[in-house]
């Protein structure tokens, strides 16, 4: 592993160890094994509305819904029809007898809430991508290293016994060496944005939050991931699963620099591109990662690890390893092929069962920070339009 990697490595990871010995301000033990956690939701979108149905299923309890638009909240109280709804969530914080909150806000909400929560002494379990920018990514793992808090990011395959399985047979050799990781994901999806007016009540100052004031544009909050305001775009969106799978498996962590090229093609209104390849410097190897929203070919996503005795195919399917030399695809055999998919039900049961043991979650801060440190890079080379190098640190970039 070379300086840089360690360095990262020291300043974003070393604090892991250090909390082990240090009371938590819910001390093991403290829930019985059968008592229900109770929870607050910031952030009813479509993706947080399906997040407070997996955790109702595991047997936690939401008590208090959050959001800025109103036909969102009647849609997340028909599944939890006895929870208070609030607007902004400070008064979600508030409400006594909340165990952890749920955050599933635009990206550009994230650093706020989660700090915001951790001053509430809550735990969280918050969406990818962690953070906003490099910098919030470094904000974010103190103030939770401060408060001792249990808080999960939102990437389930932390939790996922397939990934584990895919890493233990990279690490034993099975490729060999490395030289070239390619994640890619296509969907076609791509289509002109919606800016017809909003039914229903939109609190749009809040919305905005700590973003740059503007009027209203609702194709801005129906599809806010398109605008580099309030998101990483979907390099961050997609990339932040992604890369953490290319690193985790080759144990590199994040990249030295980055490079990106990319377009809006047909999602007309869109400020971040829904084509693009970023192409990124590691110490052993280089990675292509490259998205394609207009394209439904090999459909979804997945990651080829290539090395000079095999290459592995991972994706939402599970794995396939091919040993070299390669023969012609209608005759080639793989020699492991595993099919196992990823699902989220592991990865918030893990959350919900640290918070009762105060045990650290698969995926804390540190890991989140690291996984979305690649795609930052790549955002600020695309903008830039040079190449990017990452501080040693991992929190800054030249």
Not at 99 to 122: E, M, Q, R, S
Not at 224 to 241: A, E
Not at 274 to 289: G, L, M, N
């Amino acid at each position: 592993m070379d300086q840089h990697r360690r360095n990262f490595i020291k300043d974003s990871l070393g604090a892991t160890a250090a909390i082990a010995a240090a009371p938590m301000f819910v001390p093991a033990g403290a829930f019985g094994a059968n008592e229900r956690l109770a929870y607050g939701l910031i952030g009813a979108g479509g993706r947080g509305r399906y997040m407070n149905q997996v955790f109702q299923k595991l047997g936690a309890q939401c008590v208090a819904l959050c959001d800025v638009y109103e036909p969102y909240l009647k849609l997340a109280q028909e599944k939890a029809p006895e929870a208070k709804t609030y607007t902004h969530h400070h008064d979600l914080l508030a409400q006594p007898g909340i165990d952890f909150v749920v955050i599933a806000t635009p990206d550009h909400h994230h650093c706020p809430n989660l700090l915001d929560a951790l001053a509430a002494g809550k735990d969280a379990y918050l969406e990818k991508p962690m953070s906003h920018s490099l910098e919030q990514s470094r904000k974010m793992i103190e103030a939770t290293r401060k408060t001792k808090r249990i808080v999960q990011i939102g990437m389930q395959r932390r939790s996922a016994p397939v990934i584990a399985q895919a890493e233990k047979l990279i690490a034993d050799g099975v490729l060999g060496k490395i030289a070239m990781v390619k994640p890619m994901w296509n969907w076609n999806i791509s289509r002109p944005l919606d800016n017809s007016p909003l039914p229903g009540s939109l609190d749009w100052q809040r919305f905005l939050g700590p973003a740059r004031k503007r009027d209203l544009e609702p194709m801005r909050f129906r599809t806010w991931r398109c605008f580099w305001d309030y998101s990483g775009g979907h390099m961050t969106d997609q990339g932040t699963h992604l890369m953490d799978c290319v690193q985790r498996l080759t144990r590199s962590g994040p990249p030295r620099a980055a490079v990106c090229w990319g377009q809006v093609v047909k999602m007309t209104g869109s400020e971040a591109p829904e084509v693009f390849c970023a192409v990124f410097e590691y110490a052993s190897f280089v990675a292509t990662w490259t998205l394609n929203y207009c394209n439904s070919y090999e459909n979804g996503w997945s990651i080829q690890y290539m090395g000079d005795q095999g290459t592995m195919i991972l994706d939402e399917e599970g794995y396939r390893v091919y040993k070299e030399p390669w023969a012609k695809k209608e005759n080639r055999t793989p020699i492991y092929d595993v099919e196992q998919g990823v699902p989220i039900e592991a990865h918030v049961q893990n959350f919900l069962d640290c918070v009762k043991s105060r045990q650290e979650p698969n995926c804390p801060v540190e890991i989140g920070a690291q996984a979305v440190s690649g795609p930052h890079l790549a955002n600020l080379a695309y903008h830039k339009g040079r190449q990017m190098h990452l501080s040693p640190d991992g929190f800054k970039a030249s």
